[in-house]
């Protein structure tokens, strides 16, 4: 793998994983609110 | 406006607008000239959105926090919180892909040592990390106080403070070697710009698909929060 296509890899894994996390503790919180 | 109802059209339509971005990025994106790193120049049909998006946020916090000076509506504070909380999230995306993509640009077109120097040497950079931080602030602060019209009242202050901060990053890039792919001249191929337009209004959808979510969460709190007072009236746990 080359360091530009690494580079790609990790600013896509920043992308997804936050919004997944963030879309995952939206769902849990839910789910404890009520 | 039913927000519940709202709620799950617009997450779906976010996500199939995340799906449309990665292919607009990918397969219909022309390759970028001047670039290093043309593969990881893709990250900027996220970065630049995800700015845009955050800074959609934090106009609507601010916004809301003036509203709820002026009105004393524990709403406008709900909205205030869930604007500057998605807006904190998509900093955290536009701030770290940035810097992933610079740090291989730099390295790429031939940097041998003194990134981080570059980095800190750059204001857009350190004016959106200071972005980042004062709403990170803005979280913390609201976290560790009791819900009540003192936490309002201070975090609509905070929140319109901090607001300051948006067109300082928004600016910056005026000011700084960080690239502005929308000059002419600056290897922005035909049809980029249309294609980063389009986009940017994925990502508001995604930004308003997020605060719809967040705010249904902090209305459900709230509601909550109202039904147990009574009841711990009624108990005598509330004098």
Request: aromatic share 10%; with cysteine.
């Amino acid at each position: 793998m080359t360091a530009d296509e690494g580079a790609l890899a990790l600013g896509m894994a920043i992308v997804f994983g936050t919004l997944g996390a963030y879309a995952l503790h939206l769902w849990r919180a839910r789910k404890t609110a009520v | 406006m039913n927000l519940q109802r709202l709620a799950m059209p617009l997450s779906v339509a976010a996500v199939l607008g995340l799906a449309l971005n990665v292919v607009l990025a990918f397969w219909v994106a022309p390759t970028a000239a001047n670039f290093a790193a043309p593969l990881t120049q893709r990250i900027f049909y996220f970065h630049v959105p995800a700015a845009i998006a955050a800074y959609a946020a934090f106009t609507v916090a601010a916004a809301a926090g003036g509203l709820y000076l002026r009105s004393r509506e524990a709403r406008w504070d709900r909205v205030a919180a869930s604007g500057a909380e998605v807006g904190a999230v998509l900093t955290t995306i536009a701030l770290f892909t940035g810097v992933v993509w610079s740090r291989v640009e730099f390295f790429s077109a031939g940097g041998q040592q003194g990134f981080t120097f570059a980095l800190l040497g750059d204001p857009k950079f350190v004016t959106t990390a200071a972005l980042w931080l004062v709403f990170l602030g803005y979280l913390a602060l609201r976290r560790n106080l009791e819900p009540g019209e003192a936490r309002a009242r201070l975090s609509a202050v905070y929140g319109i403070l901090g607001f300051l901060a948006v067109p300082l990053s928004y600016l910056s890039s005026r000011f700084s070697p960080h690239p502005d792919l929308l000059a002419p001249g600056s290897g922005l191929a035909p049809g980029m710009g249309l294609l980063l337009g389009i986009c940017t209004a994925l990502w508001l959808l995604l930004f308003a698909a997020l605060f719809v979510q967040r705010l249904l969460l902090e209305e459900r709190t709230a509601a909550a929060l109202e039904a147990q007072v009574p009841a711990m009236a009624a108990q005598g746990g509330i004098a």
